[in-house]
């Protein structure tokens, strides 16, 4: 198995596991907050939210050169900050009312929860596009960097041949 497989996977794994969580949670019938078609639309969005984290995320990991994957260090820090936040905010207001059997109005409100997991995707996602071109712009110097060392590499081995000519002339 190679390394890019084992990252998708793992973090799949992960994934997976936050996306079962939060609809074991939503959907155990405790509370009695399943409520019909709004609560069903709320899930939805939430869980094409997850969805898009998922998809941001595995854009992070096919790289397959560790010097990008090193790059892409960022972007994966992005991506579990934001499914971690969208968990907490999509299963506080669950837990809150299935432990305590009381709701906090705000938080009893599930388009409250839908919405901040909408924006917390849509941040995530403009930060992951930020992220990107920080990226695409420390490889344009690494190149150009690259460029220049050749080339004051090959200046010095001209000069120190035309200096062991010299030399030995």
């Known amino acids: 198995m190679n390394k890019l497989n084992q990252r998708m996977k793992f973090y799949s794994l992960v994934w997976a596991i936050a996306f079962v969580l939060f609809n074991f949670i939503a959907f155990v019938p405790i509370g009695g907050r399943i409520t019909g078609s709004i609560f069903l639309v709320s899930r939805i969005f939430i869980d094409i939210t997850f969805i898009g984290q998922l998809l941001c995320t595995l854009y992070a990991l096919k790289e397959e050169n560790s010097q990008k994957l090193f790059y892409n260090i960022s972007l994966i820090s992005i991506s579990y900050i934001g499914l971690i936040i969208m968990?907490?905010?999509?299963?506080?207001?669950?837990?809150?009312?299935?432990?305590?059997?009381?709701?906090?109005?705000?938080?009893?409100?599930?388009?409250?929860?839908?919405?901040?997991?909408?924006?917390?995707?849509?941040?995530?996602?403009?930060?992951?596009?930020?992220?990107?071109?920080?990226?695409?712009?420390?490889?344009?110097?690494?190149?150009?960097?690259?460029?220049?060392?050749?080339?004051?590499?090959?200046?010095?081995?001209?000069?120190?041949?035309?200096?062991?000519?010299?030399?030995?002339?």
Not at 98 to 110: A, M
Not at 111 to 125: D, I, K, N, S
Request: charged content about 15%; proline content about 2%; some cysteine.
């Open 87 to 169: 968990l907490v905010v999509a299963l506080l207001p669950e837990i809150i009312l299935k432990l305590f059997h009381t709701g906090i109005p705000l938080l009893s409100n599930v388009w409250f929860e839908t919405v901040v997991c909408v924006l917390v995707l849509g941040f995530t996602a403009i930060s992951l596009i930020k992220a990107q071109a920080a990226i695409s712009e420390v490889e344009r110097i690494d190149q150009k960097v690259m460029e220049q060392t050749f080339s004051i590499k090959s200046l010095t081995i001209d000069a120190d041949a035309v200096v062991a000519s010299a030399t030995s002339a």
